[in-house]
């Protein structure tokens, strides 16, 4: 069993910044792919950022130019950089980790980002 843990949350003004953390448990040798996904009231959750062992990164159109996601491969660990926050990027961000071989996902308790004025 992996554990997923995320750090980082909290209140801001639009406009602002927030920086995620995510450490996994797995050996960084079995980590396939690292991301973060949110989640608003209401609404499903959906990919905000994924980076895999092999690719580049991949962002939600929503996000990108504003959002950055990084790996730290030597301590299985994934950032989530957000700048120029909106009120729509209120959520519980949720760090998912995918290992290898069989592809098994694995989530955080999820931490909460609120953006309001």
């Known amino acids: 069993q992996v554990q997923v843990v995320e750090s980082g949350g909290g209140l801001v003004q639009p406009g602002g910044s927030l920086r995620l953390s995510c450490a996994a448990s797995?050996?960084?040798?079995?980590?396939?792919?690292m991301g973060w996904y949110r989640q608003a009231p209401g609404k499903q959750r959906e990919l905000v950022a994924r980076?895999?062992?092999?690719?580049?990164?991949l962002y939600a159109d929503s996000v990108k130019g504003r959002f950055t996601i990084s790996r730290d491969n030597t301590e299985s660990t994934v950032y989530l950089q957000m700048n120029s926050l909106k009120l729509e990027d209120t959520g519980v961000y949720y760090c998912?980790?995918?290992?290898?071989?069989?592809?098994?996902?694995?989530w955080g308790q999820g931490t909460q980002v609120t953006v309001s004025s």
């Open positions: 998912n980790v995918v290992t290898e071989p069989h592809y098994d996902y694995y």
């Open positions: 797995a050996s960084i040798n079995t980590i396939n792919a």
């Open positions: 980076i895999t062992s092999s690719g580049g990164p």
